[in-house]
């Protein structure tokens, strides 16, 4: 089971601590609790995950603010970086 790391509670995304394969567990720590989702996709070291469904157009909020806007719907378990969301930090 691979590990991520969640920075703030008001995060909707969460960072992997290792490479993750699609379909594979991740706990996700650091949060209020303690949970599991499934990778929905191969995911890089470092990434981004979606710990819930971020909608098209919603805030995506890493360290309790916002670092950019989904580009499109985002599942949990789902990859979230370039390509689905655009930045809002200049």
């Known amino acids: 089971?691979?590990?991520?790391?969640v920075m703030h509670p008001k995060d909707n995304v969460a960072t992997?601590?290792?490479d993750v394969s699609s379909e594979q567990s991740v706990k996700i720590e650091g949060g209020v609790e303690t949970i599991t989702l499934?990778?929905?996709?191969s995911i890089p070291?470092?990434?981004k995950i979606a710990l819930r469904?971020?909608?098209s157009n919603a805030k995506v909020l890493k360290y309790g603010e916002v670092i950019g806007t989904a580009t499109q719907e985002i599942p949990a378990g789902c990859h979230v970086h370039v390509h689905n969301i655009k930045s809002t930090r200049g």
């Not at 499934?38 to 996709?41: H, L, W, Y």
């Open 16 to 18: 992997v601590l290792e």
């Open 38 to 41: 499934s990778a929905t996709e």
């Open 53 to 55: 469904k971020i909608r």
């Open 45 to 47: 070291f470092g990434h």
């Open 1 to 5: 089971m691979s590990r991520a790391l």
